[in-house]
């Protein structure tokens, strides 16, 4: 009889708790009965997902071009790019220039690697702001523009070092907006994730934000033609294991923006 009380009282108790859980809209209390907590990391997710064997440090720009100006934008942003790569003294490399084809329309967007990390910067930064004639290219190009931005990023450990291709590709850059606190989980899924994507050599470049927006992932690809990309994506779904990464990782997701790109004549990348 007594068994059987404490039986009643268990479900009467559970039936209270089930009550509760649908009632209120609030229900992180109900979860954290039965969540594992994760213990908290002991280091910061940059060092735990960035190449150890590199120190490369990476700034991607986002100018908007008033669309009368973009040609011209184009050939002037390109004559500097060339004058950069030919002087030894900058430890900084553009890796790719594209004009948005899809998406925010009269963009450019430039990714630049800077060799040597946060001191190739700052040492690439007090050059160019001593110098005289890149100076007068900004107030050039000043007149141009509608509104910019920049972020500071470093590099996927598992993703491949993005390096100058042949063409003609478009390229695509995939945006991810994460959740605060879940860029390790994203790491982990993507460093499995990964070799699902290479078959077509598609996978140029995995970044994440150090400076700038946070909690924020850049992955870039690379297509023959926007039919090659809807081939090359389609297929990866008859990989065993994909699925389980879609399925895992858009919780993580707070927004996501594609942009379908076309490289500028100067770009490393085309």
């Known amino acids: ?66 669309p009368e100006c973009l040609e011209a934008y184009n050939s002037l942003e390109a004559e500097v790019q060339n004058r950069l790569h030919q002087d030894q003294e ?12 899809y998406g925010e329309q009269d963009q450019a967007v430039h990714l630049w690697r800077y060799r040597g990390g946060y001191p190739a910067l700052t040492e690439c930064l007090t050059k160019l702001n001593n110098n005289k004639e890149y100076l007068e290219f900004r107030k050039e190009r000043a007149k141009m523009l509608i509104s ?4 500071l990023l470093l590099e996927f450990s598992f993703w491949n070092e993005p390096l100058p291709r042949a063409g003609p590709c478009i390229y695509e ?16 899924h993507w460093a499995r994730a990964i070799k699902y994507r290479q078959e077509n050599n598609e996978a140029v470049g995995g970044f994440f934000s150090q400076i700038g927006d946070l909690y924020v992932v850049h992955h870039l690809w690379a297509y023959k033609s926007l039919q090659s990309r809807d081939e090359t994506r ?16 858009v919780p993580l997701i707070r927004s996501m923006e594609s942009r379908i790109m076309i490289p500028t004549k100067s770009s490393p990348l085309q």
């Open 1 to 66: 009889i007594l068994t059987d009380r404490c039986l009643l009282c268990e479900t009467s108790f559970i039936l209270f708790l089930c009550r509760r859980f649908s009632e209120s809209g609030d229900k992180g209390w109900f979860r954290s009965l039965f969540v594992h907590k994760v213990d908290a990391r002991k280091d910061a997710h940059s060092n735990l997902l960035s190449k150890k064997e590199t120190s490369n440090l990476y700034k991607i720009q986002f100018h908007n071009v008033k």
């Open 90 to 101: 900058y430890p900084c490399e553009v890796v790719g220039s594209w004009n948005t084809w």
């Open 148 to 151: 910019r931005r920049n972020q």
């Open 173 to 188: 850059m995939r945006t991810y907006h994460l959740k605060p606190g879940t860029m390790i989980e994203w790491g982990n």
């Open 234 to 249: 389609n297929s990866a779904w008859l990989k065993e294991g994909w699925d389980s990464t879609v399925y895992y990782t």
